[in-house]
């Protein structure tokens, strides 16, 4: 096979504790996973059904267990956003998964920011346009080093939260998610077939806001890792 132009390398993720990367094949996020999120965006925090939009897999930026990464301000925007989220990746390929099974595909747990162009979103939202403006830009997802299920177990109740230049702005506990990660999972595989490298950004709690350039975002989850961004 030769191709017209040389493929892009594969985005992967450190795994912790082994010399094994995990290629990221698609990046899933999850709307409005916090009731309290969801009242801060003006919305009503019911439990509707959890809705999904997508990141290209080579918007994410890998940001290694103890190392800062550093991220470009995008174009087009004065509102760039932070959103700290609980990161699955699946390690086993599915469709239309029962609540009851759905753990069985996560293969790791992960730190991720689901960085957001907000007044772009707004716009797009407004006229009821797709996000991708807002939500799918380059280096739009940076992701931590991934911990397998084998050596964290499943994780239900932690405190996540996150920092700007050391001052607190988010922090709950991924308890709060209105969707548990069993029911997003099953949720999502009626729609798409999970594959393995997969992965799954589950929604911020409340208390997101504005990076400008030089700020510099630490955010994590307890029991898994932090991650460290500049923006620059
Ligand atoms: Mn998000």
């Known amino acids: 096979m030769s191709y017209v132009f040389e493929p892009e390398a594969v985005t992967s993720l450190a795994v912790a504790a082994s010399p094994e990367q995990f290629a990221v094949r698609r990046v899933y996020c999850v709307g409005r996973n916090y009731a309290a999120h969801a009242r801060e965006m003006g919305t009503d925090p019911?439990?509707?059904?959890?809705?999904?939009?997508?990141?290209?897999?080579?918007?994410v930026v890998p940001v290694v267990h103890g190392e800062r990464a550093t991220i470009a301000y995008p174009s087009q925007t004065n509102?760039?956003?932070?959103e700290i989220e609980l990161v699955v990746a699946i390690g086993k390929a599915g469709r239309a998964i029962p609540v009851e099974d759905a753990l069985d595909y996560v293969?790791?747990?992960?730190?991720?920011?689901?960085?957001?162009?907000?007044?772009?979103?707004?716009?797009?939202?407004?006229?009821?346009?797709?996000?991708?403006?807002?939500?799918?830009?380059d280096q739009s997802a940076p992701v931590s080093t991934?911990?397998?299920?084998?050596?964290?177990?499943?994780?239900?109740?932690?405190?996540?939260?996150?920092?700007?230049?050391?001052?607190?702005?988010?922090?709950?506990?991924?308890?709060q998610m209105s969707w548990s990660v069993a029911e997003t999972i099953s949720q999502l595989s009626r729609y798409f077939e999970l594959k393995p490298g997969d992965i799954i950004m589950t929604g911020t709690p409340e208390?997101?806001?504005?990076?400008?350039?030089?700020?510099?975002?630490?955010?994590?989850?307890?029991?898994?890792?932090?991650i460290r961004v500049l923006v620059s």
């Open 79 to 82: 509102n760039y956003h932070y």
């Open 107 to 137: 293969w790791a747990y992960g730190v991720g920011l689901d960085m957001t162009r907000r007044d772009l979103q707004s716009q797009m939202k407004e006229h009821g346009r797709p996000w991708e403006i807002g939500k799918a830009f």
């Open 146 to 175: 991934l911990y397998p299920v084998s050596q964290t177990g499943h994780l239900t109740k932690a405190a996540i939260w996150l920092e700007v230049n050391g001052q607190q702005k988010q922090h709950s506990n991924i308890d």
């Open 207 to 226: 208390g997101v806001g504005a990076v400008l350039p030089g700020d510099e975002i630490r955010g994590g989850i307890t029991g898994l890792d932090e």
């Open 46 to 59: 019911d439990r509707e059904p959890p809705f999904f939009f997508c990141k290209p897999a080579n918007a």
